[in-house]
């Protein structure tokens, strides 16, 4: 079992910057690979962000693609989210969720075994 918590979510306004965190404890945080997704209200949950069990591969969806990076400390249990230049439309709850045992980058939700309960970002106009 992997438990996930988020923390690091708030209100900011747009143009602003918030960088989420997600620990982990449980199995070897380091064999997993890591994912962001967000669900803002009425919508389906989509895919943001995710990196692979040693870093060096990451993947954006395009609508945050050169705004978002996320990036991960083996050593501490942690994914982030660095999150700049936020709009309103990037308002949803943020969930950070593993897969398999290193596995590659995937942004299917489908794949991924274990996530957190979430946590919300407002982004005002």
């Known amino acids: 079992q992997v438990q996930l918590v988020e923390s690091g979510g708030g209100l900011v306004q747009a143009g602003g910057s918030l960088r989420l965190s997600c620990a982990a404890s449980g199995r070897s945080f380091s064999n997993f690979a890591m994912g962001w997704f967000r669900q803002a209200p009425g919508k389906e949950r989509e895919f943001v962000a995710s990196?692979?069990?040693?870093?060096?591969?990451?993947y954006y969806a395009a609508s945050v693609k050169g705004r978002f990076t996320i990036s991960r400390d083996n050593a501490r249990n942690t994914v982030y989210l660095q999150m700049n230049s936020l709009k309103p439309e990037d308002t949803a709850v943020y969930y950070c969720a593993a897969r398999g045992s290193y596995a590659s980058v995937s942004y299917y939700l489908r794949d991924y075994d274990y996530w957190g309960q979430g946590t919300q970002v407002t982004v005002s106009s």
């Open positions: 990196i692979n069990w040693s870093g060096i591969s990451k």
